[in-house]
């Protein structure tokens, strides 16, 4: 079987100079997977004709209640975080890259293919979320083969995203 670091993934101390370009790069890539969250609300909108938002009721229990915003960041951290990235991003790209040649067409596929089924997964979140979490998707797969397969800098991306959804959830949650 392969380990961790066939999908970018090292438990190895990296260094300050690779933890900091680690660090600088999760900020860039946070930027761009925030920026295709955006185009996915502004495809949406022109589609329906109607601006509208995600379904966050589910989420409405964390509304003023920081303990339970820190016990859900804490798990959010290691299932959304850490194991979306491992799952979406680490091994559907690169079991779906297995599909054809090394090449730049098949990867971009690969892309594809992991971000629709990332959109998907979030169904609970109603057409909006669906559409926003794929271009979101597509923008970490994309600099996932950019970046050379460096996980790291996708998990901390993600786990930025993570941190401002439910902190806005907290701060006024969306009751439906």
């Known amino acids: 079987g392969e380990g961790w670091e066939s999908i970018g993934l090292s438990f190895k101390w990296p260094g300050w100079k690779r933890l900091l370009n680690t660090f600088l790069l999760s900020l860039l890539v946070f930027v761009l997977a925030m920026f295709g969250f955006v185009i996915g609300s502004i495809i949406m909108a022109n589609i ?12 409405a229990f964390l509304k003023d209640n920081l303990g339970m915003l820190i016990l859900v960041l804490a798990g959010v951290y290691v299932v959304s975080s ?7 991003r680490g091994f559907l790209i690169n079991r779906f890259s297995e599909f054809g040649t090394d090449s730049k067409t098949v990867r971009i596929i ?14 609970s979140w109603g057409p ?7 271009f979101m998707g597509l923008a970490l797969g994309l600099c996932y083969i950019y970046m050379k397969k460096r996980l790291w800098i996708m998990i901390l991306a993600h786990a930025y995203m993570d941190t401002i959804l439910m902190v806005q959830m907290y701060l006024a949650s969306n009751s439906g």
């Open 48 to 59: 329906t004709g109607i601006p509208e938002s995600a379904d966050m009721s589910n989420y």
């Open 82 to 88: 850490f194991g979306e990235e491992v799952i979406y």
């Open 110 to 123: 690969a892309v594809i293919l992991s971000a629709v089924i990332f959109g998907i997964v979030h169904y």
């Open 128 to 134: 909006m979320g669906i559409v926003q979490t794929f």
